[in-house]
């Protein structure tokens, strides 16, 4: 039984920061790149950064460059999103994601999802 579990969404000011975590239990394959997806309200589901097991190849969302890191603890099975510099339209429903390739949306285990709303 595979389960994310997020943690650090919240209530920030427009460019406040916040660090979003993901503790992995059960997972199948401890190979599979983690990473993070956002739901916004009327908008499409779209990829926000993953990473790979060893950490060498990291991908970011265009929009979120320069301003938001992800990093992995294999040790611990935690994933991690460091948030700065957070915009309005960062706003959405943040979901941790394991799976083959995220990029493609071959996903096999999603978390429950924790709310990031940013105030102007």
């Known amino acids: 039984q595979v389960q994310l579990v997020e943690s650090g969404g919240g209530l920030v000011q427009a460019g406040g920061s916040l660090r979003l975590s993901c503790a992995a239990s059960?997972?199948?394959?401890?190979?599979?790149?983690m990473g993070w997806f956002r739901q916004a309200p009327e908008k499409e589901r779209e990829l926000v950064a993953a990473?790979?097991?060893?950490?060498?190849?990291?991908y970011y969302l265009d929009s979120v460059k320069g301003r938001f890191t992800i990093s992995r603890d294999n040790a611990k099975n935690t994933v991690y999103l460091q948030m700065t510099s957070l915009k309005a339209e960062d706003t959405a429903v943040y979901y941790c994601?394991?799976?083959?390739?995220?990029?493609?949306?071959?996903?096999?285990?999603w978390g429950q999802g924790t709310q990031v709303t940013v105030s102007s």
């Open positions: 994601a394991a799976g083959p390739s995220l990029a493609t949306s071959v996903v096999t285990s």
């Open positions: 059960g997972l199948a394959d401890s190979s599979y790149t």
């Open positions: 990473i790979t097991w060893n950490g060498g190849f990291i």
